[in-house]
């Protein structure tokens, strides 16, 4: 996931745990995230995400969410996300 930013110039942390993704991101919120809706738990980007959007000092940042999961199977019922 790391091969196409990298090679544009950008510089990439890859984080398999939430916990580590969201103080990584907390430390900086000035950036950019590619978020992977599986990363060492399945489905665990989703809270992730859930995270970031609540955090008032996050919320203006850009997230990238991408996944492979069939729609639909990533959000419980009533979710804002689509």
Same mark, same amino acid.
């Given at each position: 996931?790391?091969?196409?930013?990298?090679? =544009?110039?950008?510089?990439?942390?890859?984080?398999?745990?939430?916990?580590?993704?969201? =103080?990584?991101?907390?430390?900086?919120?000035?950036?950019?995230?590619?978020?992977?809706?599986?990363? =060492?738990?399945?489905?665990?980007?989703?809270?992730?995400?859930?995270?970031?959007?609540?955090?008032?000092?996050?919320?203006?940042?850009?997230?990238?969410?991408?996944? =492979?999961?069939?729609?639909?199977?990533h959000h419980p019922e009533g979710s804002r996300y689509p």
């Amino acid at each position: 996931m790391g091969d196409l930013p990298t090679a =544009a110039g950008y510089r990439v942390s890859i984080h398999r745990v939430a916990s580590a993704a969201f =103080a990584a991101r907390k430390a900086d919120p000035r950036t950019r995230s590619a978020l992977a809706g599986h990363m =060492a738990t399945p489905g665990a980007g989703w809270p992730l995400l859930a995270l970031l959007t609540l955090d008032p000092a996050l919320t203006a940042s850009p997230v990238l969410a991408c996944s =492979a999961e069939p729609e639909g199977s990533h959000h419980p019922e009533g979710s804002r996300y689509p």
